[in-house]
């Protein structure tokens, strides 16, 4: 793929080929009888993809570093060449609202619903429906995973990788402590002993954690809690969980001291050896290795069920007048989304797969193997939750961190905050759900 400094196709140019592009181009799903492979006499078809981070961040150069690695491949194989360009949500709706949108964009799965509702993109099932492989590629994503990309019953983009939360510890205070490091299996009360000793305020805490619905809703879920109702159309966390899983985070940091008052969420990434134990993401580890912080990692602690939030990334194709262009823009993030790109591209940015092809592929587990403070995180990949897209994103989550946040900074009372929180959080599904009645 040609470097930035080279030349950069314009809009008008990627469009006026497409519109000369003749026949489709068959992107293989990296398994054994892909589909077929175009002649070499097929017009080459330039697209445009936008994705969310810059290559200064470590996964946006992973993204469009293994795009480059793959350039001679897609133009050899498939008669395409790719364009990566640097884009948020914000301006590929205002892009595509002008009419001048990317052929595909790789965004937070969050915003999935948000740009299928405006129309401007493909729905990939449809797109993709006369592509033999689609099915298995399809069927082999994790459910959650794809079940988070759904809105009212339609897929909006498709899930690239992941990222979950998960719990690191610090290696030189267990070892001061004589505190067992913890196990894949560790029990929830295990790891509320094992914070409890390690606490030694203020100089020391156990555990820290965010003021919001992320860290409450994990702890929720192991408990065996519904974040949502079979449909995706009610919040259900104002119920008898809901109030002792909160009670129980509030108790530790008010009446057992393991975690600082008020939460000053992620503390372990500051390398001042403050805490034991710390609630983050995969992403996390360059940090902790940048800081110094010599660390172990765990699953979240087992309560009544294996569970843990995951956010993420997807990728979309967007509508343009070409139909050619449009399907090979949906085979496209097809490709992107299979093993071929996901594997070398999750090992250069230490994400989480998205699919059980990719994390049980033998370059990926070798990297796991090699990598063993990321084993647990992408071991958690087949049970992570992420709460499904809606067409306002994530404000229906923030509102609900909104009121929990107030529960544990003592600004309100705990039955209260969940009842205002998940009241504050339906109200906003209500309004997408009314919204886009026609869907």
Sequence with gaps: MPNKSKRRWTRAAVLRRGALAAGGVWLAACTAGGPAEPEKSEQVLDLIHWGGLPRTHPSGEAHAGTLEEAATELLDKFRIRVTYEVADTEKIIIAAAGGTPPNTAWHGYADGARLFVTGMVVEPNEELKKVKEWGAQRK?????????????????????????????????????????????????????????????????????????????????????????????????????????????????????????????????????????????????????????????????????????????????????????????????IMWLTSPTFQVPYLIKSDNVPASRAAYEHKDFQAYLASNPVMKPFNDQAPIAYRVPTAPSGAKSWLALGDSIKKALLNEMGLNDALAEGQRSAQLILDDDLRNTGGM
């Design 140 to 332: 082999d994503i994790f459910p959650s995973m794809l079940e988070s990309s759904l809105w009212k019953g339609k897929l909006t983009s498709i899930p690239i990788e992941t990222n979950n939360r998960g719990i690191y510890y610090d290696k030189a205070i267990l070892a001061k402590l004589n505190i067992a490091p913890p196990g894949p299996n560790w029990s929830r009360s295990e790891f509320e002993d094992k914070i409890v000793k390690a606490t030694a305020p203020p100089n020391r805490w156990g555990f820290t954690i965010t003021p919001s619905y992320l860290d409450f809703l994990i702890f929720y879920g192991g408990a065996g809690g519904k974040v949502l109702n079979a449909d995706a159309t009610k919040w259900t966390v104002d119920n008898e969980i809901g109030r002792d899983t909160l009670r129980w985070l509030h108790d530790l940091i008010y009446k057992r001291q393991a975690i600082p008052a008020p939460p000053p969420g992620e503390l372990m990434n500051k390398g001042e050896g403050k805490v034991a134990f710390d609630i983050t993401g995969n992403f996390r580890y360059p940090t902790y290795r940048q800081r110094g912080v010599d660390v172990g990692s765990a699953p979240m602690p087992l309560h009544k069920q294996k569970f843990t939030i995951a956010h993420g990334w997807n990728v979309s194709a967007f509508k343009v007048k070409d139909a050619d262009t449009v399907q090979r823009s949906a085979r496209l």
